[in-house]
DNA sequence: GTTCATTAACTGTATGTTCAGTTTATATTG
DNA sequence: CAATATAAACTGAACATACAGTTAATGAAC
């Protein structure tokens, strides 16, 4: 057993395990005692570097966060063609992985989560924006080059990440065994009707 | 405070309370003690009912989807009309008063359990499985009467549920202080604009 | 007089958190 | 460089509380 590690490793180290045991066994099923259980530490040791479990959320959701808006994957500024810069962008975006960089479920929990704990609220609030005005953003510049043709492109941002949650939530409950990419790919075809006239 | 009433009176009692402690607490904050408290009764009284809280959780779903299910509220063969009741049927679809039928916070919370729940998840399913068959069902008709234009009516129903999950989702995270409805107009706009090419 | 509604008194367990204390790493000083 | 101070990492035990569920008993009703 490792001893005397600091803050900057083990609270990502802690965080890791209980973004596993959450996975595993969803809000109601994870308890700082399993957490510490799985990484083999002592319960108090949680409770040393996060002061509270309510802490310890917010500082998961942080870090799933930041994973999300890894910018490289859904910057393209290496793509010289306009055309398929924007392709691949929009495939990105209706990807499996893109759509898998957290899990679901966890992903589900916290949605849920933010209708009554307004802090959850706030950030998830704040990455939707963010998300939201990245895509508005490349629409403009597609816009611009005629590569598109929509008038209001932030209301097309808001289409984009609608169909794309909605995706999430279909792929779930509807898809009868076919993969994701079968429907997403309907979706996406749909979002280029809309956005190409 | 009364006595000795029925199964048949106390379930439906025990489970409207039960919903109303969920809109308020969430998951996490709704206990036995707590539903007994809100209607005065004392805390057996619910196992003797419902013997465990798991079948009680099974039981509030069933009750919540067969409101849901009420047809008064998506059958519309009272409209002569095609054009009217096409339209009637598409404005009920992505109305705020269709979606919220059942509390969103309520909602998200059981799609979420439904990752690790597989009887809840099998009930959703079902569900929406129904509603797709259903929007399916009216789309055949409509394409036969020429009031759209669609080669897949089953591939269009499944993005008109994806449209109007993601609506809900987009409702909560993205409307800046504008009202449902304003962004719901969009997403039907281009549902439209699908259907009818 | 049996069946069902209801309460009362419990049980065992898991929970988050506190606290008191020990060990280790690091910085400061002589 | 060694001695010391200080903060951080970590452990163990104990806590009050809340939880779902059990069993037994009482009361009313067909």
Known sequence: MRKNQNAAIRKPEILESYYQVLIQQGFEGTSISKIAKHMDIHPSLIIHYFKNKENMKLELIDLLIEKYKSPDMISFEYIEDDEDRFNAFIDTLFSFEWSRTVDPGIHFGFYYLSFRNKEIQRRFKRMFVWL???????LIYFNSRHIIDVRDEKQAADLII???????????FLSDG??????????????LDILKK
């Open 178 to 191: 076919q993969s994701f990419d079968t429907f997403s790919q309907i979706a996406k075809k749909s979002v």
């Open 162 to 172: 609608t169909l794309m949650e909605g995706l999430e939530f279909h792929s779930h």
């Open 132 to 138: 939201r005005d990245h895509i508005q953003e490349q």
